[in-house]
């Protein structure tokens, strides 16, 4: 399956309170073309989405926050990762769209495929985790449980390399920021 298929799908399992926050690159353009809007879309931020996930999932404890990353993003962000596994917060989930690459970027290879994912969560005590190649067979199964687990969760999704050819966001850092804020009433 393509990524962008993916998020496509995650569409039907998100609840109206649910905030997404999307790294940046084509996973944001994504989110924010086949998602509800407005979301967190990240931009110029590499490895962070994990970090803002989690503080948005500490901050809004009644509120499912969904985390999606490449696996260049997610690698990068490692600490963060550890700092989500730490806390554990069951509102956090953490969904890992991987092709290797930093596609974004020109498709420069990642250091994903030396990591063993399932040995590498259970090594971390996290209590759900899933890590397998993404199927259209599978998918709408995979994203229920991981959504609907009641304990942080990680999905990790072996993805194939493409690109839907979208338009950027066209708001600004600071408009993204005002218009989630104003959708959290704060």
């Given at each position: 399956m393509k990524g962008y298929e993916v998020i496509s799908a995650l569409k039907s399992h998100l609840?109206?309170?649910d905030i997404v926050v999307s790294s940046n690159g084509n996973i944001s353009r994504e989110a924010y073309h086949f998602l509800p809007k407005p979301q967190v879309y990240l931009r110029g931020s590499m490895?962070?989405?994990v970090s803002v996930g989690l503080g948005l999932a500490l901050a809004s404890p009644d509120k499912k926050?969904?985390?999606i990353t490449g696996d260049g993003n997610f690698l990068m962000g490692l600490g963060s990762s550890i700092?989500?596994?730490f806390y554990k917060p069951k509102n956090l989930k953490i969904l890992i769209?991987?092709?290797?690459?930093y596609y974004t970027t020109g498709g420069q290879k990642t250091v994903s495929s030396v990591i063993n994912y399932s040995k590498f969560f259970n090594s971390l005590n996290?209590?759900?985790y899933c890590s397998k190649r993404a199927s259209q067979d599978h998918l709408d199964y995979d994203l229920t449980k991981f959504l609907n687990s009641d304990t942080f969760s990680i999905l990790h999704l072996i993805i194939k390399v493409s690109k839907k050819d979208l338009e950027n966001i066209p708001w600004h850092p600071e408009e993204i920021k005002e218009r989630f804020r104003i959708t959290l009433g704060s």
């Open positions: 609840n109206e309170n490895g962070l989405p926050v969904i985390v700092t989500a596994v769209l991987d092709n290797n690459q996290i209590e759900f």
